[in-house]
């Protein structure tokens, strides 16, 4: 009898814990290691792997695709076919997405050229005369956004799922003269690709925080709080700090 009140209570115990519904979160993200690498690689990405263990806590399923930027952001906005596009900043946001309050990592934009090159990024205006590899719809904060809607002639995006591969390609080939993206990514490219003799760092821009950007819909909301929430206990917890040391990046909170 006692036995069978102990196993009714446990039972009732554990559907309490539990979710009430276990949701399949779709992310998706281009290929801007280390934040988000190779959907189904051991290593997609410290992003991914800290969404997946936030959301995993909570019952969740998470399912990461490999697309083009500018899809994701599509599919997150508008067709409703992903629930989340990782590797958002400030400049994404829109009446159609919900950011959580807490940062999933820190994004330094650096300019980079070719090794023998002595040009320095100082201000926009030293970029006058040059030409500039970016990634079709990523956003560099501002000003560099202004600089670059207002000066498309010098601009040339390339778009795809390794658009940076591409535009170290072209600025080692001579065919652009400056590629701008996050210090990270481009020291990660660099090493995987085996060129990082051959570029310099030449200047950079403030950091900024990166999201998961989340549709406004549906559960969107109540996933952006279960992730900030899944941030501060993985922190607390130690498991965000080995997440990280997969990929050599440092815990930007301070």
Known sequence: ???SAFLAASVFAALLASPAY????????DQWCPYTCEAGSDKPGFMIEVAKAAFEAKGHQVVYRSVPWARALDDVRRTGTAQGAVGATDSDRSEATVFHDEPLGRSANVFVTRAGDSWTFKDLSSLNGRTLGVIKDYTYGSPV???????GGAVQAVAGDSPLELNLTKLIAGRIDVVVDDAAVIAYEAAKTGVANKLRTAGGTEPAS???AFSKTGSGPQYAAILSAGIIGLRAGGKLAAILARYGVADWHH
């Open 1 to 3: 009898m006692f036995r």
């Open 22 to 29: 276990a949701d399949t979160i779709v992310l998706e993200a």
């Open 145 to 151: 956004d202004e600089w670059i809607a207002a000066n």
């Open 210 to 212: 990166v999201y998961i």
